[in-house]
Every structure is written in C-alpha cells, then in structure tokens.
C-alpha cells in the first residue's frame, strides 16, 4: 500500500510558528496512522510568499493537499479522512 | 514536568512576530490593529467572544513590547502609544512574570472530585483508606468534605473505578517554589521575591494569561536606531533550534543587522575549567559534594528557598559571565545581547553589568519572521573561537557534570548525580542532602527537564534538538587536547 505523504515545510518562517510540533509525528504518530504515513521534511514550499503569508504558517501538504495554520489535530484529522478514503476504494 | 506545546504559546510565537512586523512596518504607527488581525470578526473565539480575546491580547502585545499589564495606569492608552513609548525607552524595566488578571480563569483551588463514575461499591475503599474521615456516603455516592479534605489523594489511588480525580490549578502545581497564589478573588499572583523566573508557570497556564516582559523591541531599536555596535551571544542550546547549519543561523543574525555573533560555549569552557579546578579544591579540603551553579533559575532558588544548600553551591561563574566578560574586554562599547532558551537568564543579566539584554530564541526566531529573514538563504559565517565538545554540550542534562568529569579525571575521585528539572519533589531532596548529606560528590542541578534545550524560550522539539546538540558535541575537540 502507497504511504501517505506528509510534508512539513521546515522554511524559518514555518518552523517559528509550529512546525516543531507537528515534526512530532516522527516520534509519537497515534497508533492507527503510524505506518500509514511518510514525513518529509522539507525546504520552504513558498506558501508564505503568497495570499496572507507566514502568518498562515505553519503549513503542511498531505497527499498535496495544503493545510494552513497546521496543527497535529488538523493533521491527523486529514490523513485520517485519506486513510478511511483509501480503504474505502480497496474494499 | 514537560509542557507540551499548545495554542496558548503558539499564539505567544505569532504576537511577537506580530510585534516584529510593526516595527518594521511603520514603528507601530497601526500596532492598534494587530488584535484585530489575529481574531478578526468571523474567527471562533476562544474565550467568552472575539472581543474579550482581543483585549488579552492587548495586554499580551504590551508584554511582548516590554510592558506589564499591572503597570497599566490608562486603559485609554493604545498599543500605538506603547509602541511608541517602548521606542523612546533608554533602558529596560527590570524582567519579570506577571499575571494577566482578565485573562486568570480563577481555576477553582486544586481539589479532589467524585466524578459520575463511581458506582457506590460494596468495598469503598475511599472511606476507609481516607486519614480524615472526610469522605461519606450521599444519594448512593462517594461524596467528599471540602473543608476536611487535605488533598492527600489516598481516595484517588485505591478507587478501582479511576473515579476519583484530582482537578489542578496548573500553575501553581507548575511552580516548584509555590510563588504563584490566589487572592480573595481566586486570580492568581506572582510574588516577586519568591519567583526564581523558570518560566514554568508561563509554560503550563491553559489560559496564556501569564506573560514575561520582553526585550524585543529594545534590542530591534538599538539595532536599527543607534550607531551603537550589538552583538548577540548565541547560548550553546542554539544548535537544533533551527533546521540549518548553525553557521547558517550566525549568518542570518548578521543579516537581521548584529554587529557580531559570539558563542557561550566558549565561555562555558571557562566555566569547566574553573569549576574543576573549585571541585578539586574543595573535595580536597574534605567537602561532602558540590553542586553547580549554572542554572540560573536553581542560583536563585538556593538563595531564596535551600539557604541550607548554598555552601555546596559552586562560586564559580556561569558561561554567560565569562563570554560577556571576554567581549567587554575587546568591545568595550558594544551592547551584549545574549540569546538563549532561558528566562530566568533575564534575572542573572540585572546582576551582570557586562550583559545589555536578554532574548530567547523564540523571539529571535520571531525576528527572522517579521524581519523576513530566510536562514536557508543566509551566508554561512564562523565563529571566530571554537568552542569544545564538553562546553557544546552543556544544554543537555548531564553535560555540565560531564565537562567537570572529564577536566578531573584522574585527579580526585568523581561521582556525579544529576538533578534533571527541578521539581517541588527534588527541592527537598536538595534540602535533604544539604542536611544529611548524599553518596555523589558532584550534583547538577538544571532546572529544566532534560536541560536547557527543554527551555521555555526553545522553538525545536527537545528530541530532535538533542539529536542534533550530539552531532555538534562529535564534532568537537576535548578541551583537555585543545590549548
């Protein structure tokens, strides 16, 4: 089964406003997503240079999709919606 | 006890950005409409509505513009008024932690409850187990007297139902010392003399109503508003706190307009070589144990609250001192800024006429933010001293020790013990073995749990820093082999 992508932008601005947190992931991934999930720690995505900027940091990208404000619950919430939508099409 | 992040101080990291940004702005001129940009209309409130959010917030930016809300003598006054204030400012006000009293939830005194869950067993062993006969029967429950309870929490343990639960008040369970108290009102309050400034109770308030005066905009202004030369003293904790090469993080400090950028991990190399020299000294004229002394929130504590410890204490300095000390003496005229993971550093620097200010390396942090500043982007630089793995390693726990063992080797006889966080539980210890003694002969004592890179001025995970503080310690020479 394909992982689910989690890339966590590590650009300064990010970082500064929480992307510590959700780098949590790493070590403490609730138990039913634990093995479903590969972080990516990555280099500025340039979110922050469009719309509102970094103050919409940290931001996360789940399977492409673009979580602002990112927080772990928002997170887990996402790949957890993916999860249920993948086992779904495999049923 | 380690706190884990949350929205109170994340909320924290976007008010100082927040305050950054202004300056740079327009120094403040609209500083007015940051509570609004941070809960504007259509946001969920956190507290009762958007507008009493907005009002904590006020008083969170005064802080963060190095401010405190109890000196507030207008409540007219507006966050561009203070703005403008904080520019004209010449010296700081003295550091301190204070209770937002509007933002105080008054969490109700910390007690014992019978939640739904107990079911009125046959056993009750929460009645017989109870030292206080404080626990009756009513409708069929478990039911507990207020005035007779003493908060033991014996009924809590012998449940076998878990429905006995113990409700907090998490500052003040957070505070090793007991200096945060309710009034009559329940709000709680600081007392200043008792206060050791860990920063714990900041840390572990659910309600972000404790804040810390700080220096932000002091040392922006100097930056930017005087020919003054400023220079930054990079805490060795730095290594991890931002996902770059550390000579990447110099360069962007650089950029953000420091003159130079020293390192303290040159300075805790003194510190080592004169406290191995101290502990040979002492162990040699018959002393029991020594403890360190670089902490500052433990210096404070053993002054105020274990008098009985403080001739064990070392008198030797802490990495701080010397490294302001060294740049005085080559720069006489520059402002030393030190920068760091710790808040009760603030309450050493008073004490310190070679330290200008005092900052964390979440406001750094959040100057690179609303300074613009991208660390990948920046030109690496280097120290111009190189620091030993021994002083590198002083932010994790274990590693002042660590350096002292490793200069004494084979000279007395060294058995360390660590005191990693320092606890209501290890304050006693620490009476305790000033009193009857103790098997080690060397304690560190580090206030914060796993040392300063779990400080409450950090950005980066612990883990992951520490990983990352390792790598630096390989990469240094032993101190004994350089010279």
């Not at chain 2, 429950?141 to 009924?155: M, T």
């Amino acid at each position: 089964m394909e992982k689910i992508e989690v890339k966590i932008c590590a650009g300064t601005a990010c970082f500064v406003m929480g992307a510590p947190q959700i780098q949590a992931l790493e070590f403490s991934a609730p138990e039913d997503i634990a093995d479903r999930i590969e972080i990516v720690e990555v280099r500025c995505m340039n979110h922050c240079n469009k719309g509102s900027g970094y103050n919409k940091g940290p931001f996360v990208e789940v399977n492409g999709e673009l979580i602002e404000e990112a927080t772990m619950e928002k997170v887990v919430a996402k790949i957890r919606e993916l999860i249920a939508k993948e086992d779904e099409e495999n049923c | 006890m380690l706190i884990p992040k949350n929205y109170a101080n994340q909320m924290r990291t976007r008010i100082l950005v927040k305050v950054v940004e202004s300056f740079y702005k327009n120094r403040f001129e609209t500083a007015d409409e940051i509570p609004i940009d941070l809960r504007p209309k259509d946001y969920d409130s956190s507290r009762c509505c958007i507008y009493k959010d907005r009002a904590v917030l006020k008083y969170r930016l005064m802080a963060a513009m190095g401010f405190t809300p109890n000196e507030e003598t207008n409540e007219a006054m507006s966050l561009r008024e203070y703005g403008k204030e904080a520019l004209k400012r010449q010296n700081h006000a003295k550091s301190c932690l204070s209770v937002i009293d509007i933002a105080c939830s008054a969490c109700v005194k910390s007690q014992y409850m019978v939640t739904d869950a107990c079911r009125g067993c046959f056993a009750r062993p929460c009645v017989m187990n109870c030292p206080k006969q404080a626990i009756s029967f009513v409708n069929g429950r478990s039911h507990i007297d207020p005035d007779l309870c003493v908060s033991c929490g014996k009924c809590m343990e012998v449940c076998p139902y878990h429905a006995i639960v113990k409700l907090p008040v998490p500052c003040e369970e957070a505070c090793p010392v007991s200096a945060i108290k309710k009034d009559e009102n329940g709000v709680e309050h600081i007392d200043e003399e008792a206060c050791i400034s860990c920063g714990k109770c900041l840390q572990s308030c659910p309600f972000g109503a404790i804040v810390e005066r700080s220096q932000l905009v002091d040392v922006l202004n100097l930056i930017h508003n005087s020919d003054k030369k400023v220079v930054a003293m990079l805490a060795p904790a730095i290594v991890g706190q931002f996902p770059f090469e550390l000579n990447q993080v110099v360069g962007a400090l650089k950029k953000l307009g420091f003159d130079d950028v020293v390192e303290v991990a040159a300075g805790a190399d003194i510190t080592s070589t004169n406290e191995a020299a101290e502990f040979v000294e002492r162990m040699e004229a018959g002393a029991q144990f020594m403890t360190t002394s670089c902490c500052p929130a433990y210096y404070r504590a053993t002054k105020v609250h274990v008098p009985e410890i403080q001739p064990f204490v070392s008198h030797t300095k802490t990495p701080m001192y010397y490294t302001a000390e060294m740049l005085k003496k080559e720069q006489p005229d520059c402002i030393s800024v030190f920068v760091g993971p710790c808040l009760a550093k603030r309450n050493e620097a008073e004490y310190d006429p070679n330290v200008d200010y005092v900052l964390t390396f979440e406001e750094i942090g959040a100057m690179f933010v609303g300074a613009k500043v991208e660390i990948a982007d920046c030109e690496p630089m280097e120290f111009a001293k190189v620091s030993s793995a021994q002083g590198r390693k002083y932010p994790l726990s274990g590693g002042v020790a660590g350096a002292v063992g490793h200069l004494v080797e084979g000279k007395v006889d060294y058995r360390p013990e660590r005191i990693d966080g320092l606890t209501k539980e290890n304050i006693k210890l620490l009476k305790k073995y000033a009193t009857k003694g103790c098997e080690a002969n060397m304690i560190e004592v580090m206030c914060c749990e796993g040392g300063c890179i779990a400080g409450p001025g950090c950005i980066s995970l612990a883990k992951k820093a520490t990983k990352q503080v390792e790598s630096y310690v390989e990469k240094g020479q032993n101190q004994k082999d350089m010279k």
